[in-house]
């Protein structure tokens, strides 16, 4: 059954809506990570479930024909794309579409300022979430251990890459937030992909098919209010232009991930953004995530 019990994520916000947003995101996001714990990047409730995960694991019942065919082409491809199977190409696009979250976000945390030294709501919740997308990088990590993948590093971009993504978080909101905004919707796309991905790669590995997808829930929860909290920055004009960025945005990204062209379907992904609207996304999930309120029916 089709749920209609919200609206697009490009719905229309009044100034004084998206205030308001920003006190309801900012009561919700507390409660969701909890203490929020800057040393280590890390929030108390997201360590515990993290740790809960990692003292229950689950193993592969046969285990990876070929893990050295992942270490070979996890950082960059090697071999011939067609040459690889499902499972490898699926764990290697996993860990380039996370490695460039960790990249984007390492840049992020030392240039915005510190929660002591955040003073408006939004530079306080813009920490918290940073801190969120650290510990869905080790969610990631987790992913890979539960296929065997203990070996994993993670790899920095090229230096010209890494400088790019320093300096994005510098910019002025109204060059910022658009393409902010859109990498967060593309997330979500792209988790719900992965998700159904599950199903086919993993149809022979119920225990670690189930446990995958209770890690990617952990994130999607995350990603699905991030969406609407990036939305919340944007007015008039930039929700336009958000919306005209999906097809070039996930096009040229995607693009970057050779594996993603091979498994998933792109077209259908940018469909899917643009028509966005939190719907088809499961009950038990928005009961634990955020959306704005202008975007609720
Ligand atoms: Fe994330
Ligand atoms: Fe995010």
């Given amino acids: 059954m089709v749920s209609t019990k919200y609206l697009s994520v490009f719905s229309p916000a009044t100034e004084q809506q998206r205030k308001e947003n920003f006190d309801s995101y900012w009561e919700f996001t507390q409660q969701h990570g909890g203490e929020l714990l800057e040393q280590d ?20 019942r046969k285990p990876l024909a070929d893990p050295e065919a992942f270490y070979r082409n996890y950082v960059d491809m090697q071999d011939d794309l067609k040459s690889l199977d499902r499972m490898t190409l699926m764990l290697t696009g996993i860990y380039k579409f996370a490695r460039h979250e ?17 003073h408006a709501l939004e530079d306080k919740i813009s920490r918290v979430h940073l801190a969120e997308e650290f510990c869905h990088v080790r969610l990631f990590d987790e992913m890979l251990k539960t296929c065997g993948l203990d070996k994993v590093e993670w790899v920095p971009l090229g230096p010209v890459k890494e400088k790019i993504y320093e300096q994005f978080p510098k910019l002025p909101g109204f060059l910022m ?28 590995e119920p225990e670690v098919c189930a446990r995958l997808k209770e890690l990617l829930d952990e994130i999607t929860i995350d990603e699905v209010a991030h969406v609407g909290q990036r939305r919340n ?15 070039p945005f996930y096009t040229l990204f995607f693009k970057d991930i050779p594996e993603v062209g091979q498994l998933f379907n792109v077209e259908q992904m940018i469909k899917d953004g643009i028509a966005f609207d939190f719907n088809d996304l499961p009950e038990y999930m928005l009961d634990r995530s955020w959306v704005p309120s202008y975007c609720k029916a």
């Fill in 177 to 204: 937030d658009t393409p902010a905004f859109v990498t967060e919707l593309m997330g979500v796309t792209f988790y719900c992909h992965l998700y159904r991905l599950f199903d086919d790669v993993l149809a022979d």
């Fill in 102 to 118: 960790w990249v984007g976000i390492k840049g992020a945390w030392d240039v915005v300022p510190d929660m002591a030294n955040s």
């Fill in 233 to 247: 920055f944007i007015g008039p004009i930039g929700m336009k232009v958000s919306k005209a960025l999906v097809k």
């Fill in 41 to 60: 990047k890390d929030l108390a409730k997201k360590r515990d479930r993290l740790k809960h995960f990692q003292d229950n694991p689950v193993k592969l």
